[in-house]
């Protein structure tokens, strides 16, 4: 059904898989468009809890955009696709939650995919970074802004600057990603983690996301007052009483995401 990706779904798992091996799984315009159509069909199915990106090959997880693109291309035409796309932006606002399993190189645009998302994992192999500099770019798909949030200015600063790439484990020990696995063990263990996830109730984990990324979005009274809403929210929901109820009567809740 799609050139590009290859989506497949597992139980209350689904992936997203960018299947370009030879060119690294870089990220092209149909790939972009191919991810927001499957996205909106795993948005749409109830039984999709958590979404994983990866990469096919076990070379990469994204190595960018795809460079061959940029060679002669207008302005108009970058800001355009943008402009209708909001590619990076639409994946940040996905309303489940989004994990990127990076196995490999995760570089520009990859990267910038992963810091969309709203969970990394890493196998210990992998190397990260943005190295658009080299190319005389700047990170343009939201990595200039999302990096800095996630592990500080100056590292951030020195990643871009530098262009330079990075172990999973420095990835981990500046915030870049959360975990990472032996290489064997990335799939299984990302997994596990996904399916922890997707055994809470649906409409808890999409308040709970919308108030960790009003964080980035907001000053602190504002977003105090926006999880105060969202919390209060919750209690309109069946899944908030039958998890109170499941928690008094000592068993396991079970959810409907309504
Ligand atoms: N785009 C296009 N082709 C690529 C890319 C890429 N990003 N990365 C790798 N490839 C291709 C190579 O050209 C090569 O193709 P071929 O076999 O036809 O020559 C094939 O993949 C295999 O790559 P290598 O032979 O280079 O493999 P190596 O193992 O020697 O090196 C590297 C691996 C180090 C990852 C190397 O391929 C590399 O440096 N790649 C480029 C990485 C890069 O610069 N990425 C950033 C791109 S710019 C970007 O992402 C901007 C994002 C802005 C997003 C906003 C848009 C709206």
């Known amino acids: 059904m799609y050139d590009n990706i290859l989506v497949d779904r597992e139980g209350p798992l689904a992936f997203i898989t960018f299947n370009r091996p030879k060119v690294l799984n870089a990220m092209n315009h149909q790939t972009k468009e191919e991810v927001l159509a499957a996205l909106e069909e795993l948005e749409a199915e ?3 809890r958590v979404v994983i990106f990866r990469g096919a090959g076990g070379k990469a997880f994204v190595a960018g955009a795809d460079i061959k693109e940029f060679s002669g291309l207008r302005p108009i035409r970058q800001w355009e696709e943008r402009r209708r796309l909001h590619f990076y932006e639409r994946v ?3 309303p489940k939650p989004v994990i990127a399993m990076i196995g490999g190189y995760c570089l520009g645009g990859g990267c910038e995919l992963a810091l969309a998302c709203d969970i990394r994992t890493a196998s210990a192999s992998s190397r990260i ?3 658009e500099i080299n190319i005389g770019l700047l990170p343009g798909g ?3 802004q999302r990096l800095p949030r996630l592990v500080g200015q100056g590292k951030a600063m020195q990643l871009i600057l530098t262009g330079d790439m990075i172990s999973a484990d420095e990835a981990k020990s500046i915030g870049l990603v959360e975990e990472v696995y032996p290489d064997e063990e990335l799939e299984e263990r990302t997994k596990e983690l996904a399916l922890k996830i997707s055994e809470k109730s649906p409409v808890a984990l999409r308040l709970a996301k919308e108030a960790v990324r009003g964080a980035a979005k907001m000053g602190l009274e504002a977003g105090l007052e ?7 929210l919750l209690f309109s929901t069946d899944d908030t009483a039958e998890g109170v109820k499941a928690f ?4 396991k809740p079970s959810f409907k995401g309504e």
Do not use: I, M, T, W
């Open 46 to 48: 109830d039984s999709v």
């Open 92 to 94: 940040a606002a996905f």
């Open 129 to 131: 970074g943005q190295p």
């Open 142 to 144: 939201g990595g200039s």
């Open 226 to 232: 926006y999880e105060s809403a969202l919390f209060s």
């Open 248 to 251: 008094l009567e000592k068993r």
